[in-house]
C-alpha cells in the first residue's frame, strides 16, 4: 500500500481540484471522529482520502467504466450511475493505491449508500463525508456535535437526511440505505423498549 503522502499527490493528480480538497476536508475530519472513537487513525485516514477515488471517472462514463471493468451492477446503479463512484473506489483504492484492508474498502464501498453491519470506522467515513466543513444544510451542526458523542444516532440522523434528500429530488433509494437505516431503527427501538 502507498504512504499516505504518495496517495494524496497520486490523488491530486487523478481528481478535479473540487473533488481533492472535499477528500481533504474528509480526511481531516474522518481523523477527528476516528480520535473519538479510539479507532486507527492511519486506516481510517486512508479510507476518509480514498473514498471519492472512483470520481477520477466523470459521472457520465460511470457505468460505461464500471461495465467494462465487470464489476457488478444493481437496478439502481444502473439507473443513478453516480452510485457506481464507490465501487470503482473499491477498485482504484485495491488496484492504484495499493490497499488491500476489506475495512478500508468497506468504509469506500458504503460511504454513499451506508448498509447494515457497518464497522465504526465505515461509519466515520460515512459521516465524515456529509459533515465535513463545506457541507451546509438544516440541522448540520447539530449533526456534527451528534457524531461526536454517538456514532450510532448520528448515523440514523444522516441516514434520515439522505433519504429525505433523494425524496425531494425524486431519486432512487439504494437498498443500502434503507437496510442500514432499519437496522439501528429497530436497536433503537429495542432499546427503548428495554427488549
Do not use: W
Not at 461526536?148 to 437526511?161: G, N, T
Request: hydrophobic fraction near 45%; include cysteine.
Amino acid at each position: 500500500m502507498l504512504d499516505i503522502t504518495e496517495m494524496k499527490k497520486l490523488l491530486k493528480a487523478s481528481l478535479p481540484h473540487k473533488r481533492f480538497k472535499h477528500s481533504l476536508a474528509v480526511y481531516d475530519t474522518a481523523l477527528e471522529l476516528a480520535a473519538v472513537y479510539g479507532l486507527d487513525k492511519e486506516k481510517v485516514g486512508v479510507g476518509a482520502l480514498l473514498h471519492d477515488c472512483g470520481r477520477e471517472i466523470p459521472t457520465r462514463d460511470l457505468l460505461m467504466h464500471t461495465i467494462a471493468l465487470g464489476l457488478p451492477i444493481d437496478d439502481v446503479e444502473r439507473n443513478q450511475p453516480i452510485l457506481l463512484h464507490a465501487k470503482l473506489g473499491v477498485y482504484y483504492a485495491r488496484e492504484k493505491y495499493g490497499v488491500t484492508d476489506q475495512e478500508i474498502l468497506d468504509a469506500i464501498r458504503f460511504h454513499t449508500t451506508g448498509a447494515a453491519g457497518m464497522s465504526k470506522m465505515a461509519m466515520v467515513v460515512y459521516l465524515a463525508d456529509l459533515l465535513e466543513p463545506t457541507r451546509d444544510f438544516a440541522g448540520i451542526e447539530d449533526m456534527r456535535r451528534l457524531a461526536k458523542v454517538d456514532l450510532e444516532q448520528a448515523m440514523i440522523k444522516a441516514y434520515a437526511q439522505t433519504i429525505r434528500y433523494l425524496l425531494e429530488y425524486d431519486l432512487l433509494v439504494h437498498p443500502h440505505c434503507i437496510e442500514g437505516y432499519n437496522e439501528l431503527a429497530a436497536k433503537f427501538k429495542r432499546l427503548k423498549l428495554n427488549l
